[in-house]
């Protein structure tokens, strides 16, 4: 049976955290003299004596976390840190209903980036500052950042990870995980001061750019304007965001390794890296051409706006620089196939991640060779390290739920009335986490603030799901976690 005990001490103490997350915004509040000041006092209050009787129930527990224990631990911290995100925007009564609170900090928390609010510009400076800040946290994972800073509080932090990290190859850069996380967070930390300074050096107000870096190397796309990056009218911002965005797609474990070794041939030699970076060059060259010829933009123009807005597909960031919603239809099967593929795994990115489509490539080419040699045995290999039969099967596995998944979505809200195009976009961008969708109703620059009730609570379930890699989720669904052997 799953450790109580055990769960509810993390769970406290995970609470504590998100409480710190919260007087941190405090700060920003007083600093700024916002009207949300007294919202987050009460929401730290809420928060943090929750998580002390989480800790009194949990006194005296164990260390043990079983396999069981960790998925169960890691699904029910994203629903607890969505459900006390929500606090202040209740509390300060700028969000009124409790759906579009829990799909906003949802959205937040699982760096998908939709959102309800039409003008974020009109929200207290504390709620912003929120907003972007749970993105921030989100984008590594929160357990993650949990076991960085405080490892001691997470039993069995190698199955926590496990849970909570993204692809289907784990990858560590030392025996210890706490210190493996330390790393890629010191990455994650720098990438964050470079795209902090280097928006401030492009011309936008300090509050402006620690937000907009947040949410780029977070791959969020919140934004403190309803007009996302476009506000500011600078191509140079757009080309900042642009950067910083890819990089974030980037393996951080892989980045970590070439930085500190000084070898960029690591990097350039790594197949998931090669499929990704040569996916955002040939779908931005395409795009670019039908700007050109179809919409009549200059060169420079149209190659900044297929670039920006690639990138912020693929990477799942959401921000956008032009309406891409008024462009020829074409494009928005490759944005849409952006959505599908995402980043590099171990990124901040969501979809099925570019190391996937690597393995489903060679899968394919070794069904082919198959056939001219039925007895041969051929491995698999990637970057010189064998992928075993079982990963494989779980592959097919994990790309079969999430196209069933998709299309069974996609179905349910076409029935609740939105339109072919909506239904579709908003399920693969829910479950990739990404943000913008296209079609006509909802299109990339607006918000999701019309869509039903239902339909709100399925996004938020699939952007969990997404955020999770679907089964971690999903098990707890099924009849066998439940038993007690």
Known sequence: MLNLKLISKILGSLLWIEGL??????????????????????????????????????????????????????????????????????????????????????????????????????????????????????????????????????????????????????????????????????????LTVACILSYKLCGMGWFDAFNYSMTSTATGGFATESGSIMTFHSPAEEYVCSLFCFLS????????????????RKLLKNSEFRLYALMVLSFALFIAFELVYRNHYDIEHAFRSAIFQVVSFITTTGLVSD?????????????????????????????????????????????????????????????????PQSKRVTLLGFIGLYLVLTLFCSFTMIAFGIDNTNAITITLSSLGNVGPTLGMEIGPTMSWAQLPDIAKWICSFLMLVGRLELFTVLVLFTPAFWKEN
Request: charged residues 10%; glycine residues 10%.
């Open 323 to 387: 309406d891409a919603g008024k462009w020829p239809h074409v494009t928005w099967v490759v944005l849409a196939a952006c959505m599908f593929f995402g980043g590099c795994s171990g990124s901040t990115s969501g979809g099925i991640k570019s190391i996937r489509g690597v393995m489903l490539l060679k899968v394919i080419r070794n069904e082919f060779r198959q056939i001219l040699h039925p007895n041969a045995v051929l491995p698999m290999k990637i970057d010189g390290v064998n992928i």
């Open 21 to 190: 997350l919260l007087l941190n915004c405090l700060a920003v509040s007083l600093w700024y003299q916002s009207v949300d000041v007294m919202p987050f006092v009460w929401s730290i209050l809420i928060t943090v004596g929750t998580g002390f009787l989480f800790r009194l129930l949990g006194r005296n527990a164990d260390n043990l976390l079983g396999r069981r224990d960790a998925y169960f631990v890691v699904t029910v911290a994203w629903i607890l840190f969505t459900l006390f995100g929500t606090l202040p925007f209740m509390i300060s009564g700028y969000i009124h209903s409790f759906t579009d609170a829990f799909f906003e900090a949802m959205s937040g928390f699982t760096t998908t980036g939709a959102t309800i609010i039409d003008y974020p510009e009109r929200l207290p400076k504390g709620l912003l500052y929120w907003r972007s800040l749970t993105q921030w946290i989100g984008g590594l994972g929160i357990v993650f950042f949990t076991i960085a800073i405080l490892p001691s509080i997470v039993g069995g932090s190698v199955k926590v990870f496990a849970a909570e990290a993204t692809g289907p190859i784990k990858s560590k850069l030392h025996p210890r995980l706490s210190t493996s996380a330390k790393s890629i967070w010191v990455v994650y930390l720098m």
């Open 249 to 264: 797609g980037v393996n951080f474990t892989l980045m970590y390794a070439s930085a500190v070794g000084m070898d960029i």
